[in-house]
Nanobody, 120 residues
Framework: QVQLVESGGGLVQAGGSLRLSCAASGRTFSRFAMGWFRQAPGKEREFVGAIGWSGGGTSYVDSVKGRFTISRDNAKNTVYLQMNSLKPEDTAVYYC?????????????WGQGTQVTVSS
């Protein structure tokens, strides 16, 4: 079992930055690919980005490329989402997820989410 707890959300003006953190329990964190998803009001949950178990590979949805960066610290069992140049359309609840196999298609574990609100 893996428990995920997100933090770092909040209210920010357009053009600002936030860094989300996701702390994972368990001693097998380094075995999991980690990802971030988001869900805006009235919309389906969408994939934002992911990072491989070693941190060597990342992927992002086109809308955040060049603005968001995912990183992980396996010694701290934590994954981060650095969000720069935020836009009002980035407003959503952001969820951390973990997967042994397919992080984008079928995460095994989810966090409870953290709200990010970007004002114009």
């Amino acid at each position: 079992q893996v428990q995920l707890v997100e933090s770092g959300g909040g209210l920010v003006q357009a053009g600002g930055s936030l860094r989300l953190s996701c702390a994972a329990s368990g001693r097998t964190f380094s075995r999991f690919a980690m990802g971030w998803f988001r869900q805006a009001p009235g919309k389906e949950r969408e994939f934002v980005g992911a990072i491989g178990w070693s941190g060597g590979g990342t992927s992002y949805v086109d809308s955040v490329k060049g603005r968001f960066t995912i990183s992980r610290d396996n010694a701290k069992n934590t994954v981060y989402l650095q969000m720069n140049s935020l836009k009002p359309e980035d407003t959503a609840v952001y969820y951390c997820a973990a997967a042994l196999h397919h992080i984008e298609a079928s995460p095994d574990y989810w966090g409870q989410g953290t709200q990010v609100t970007v004002s114009s």
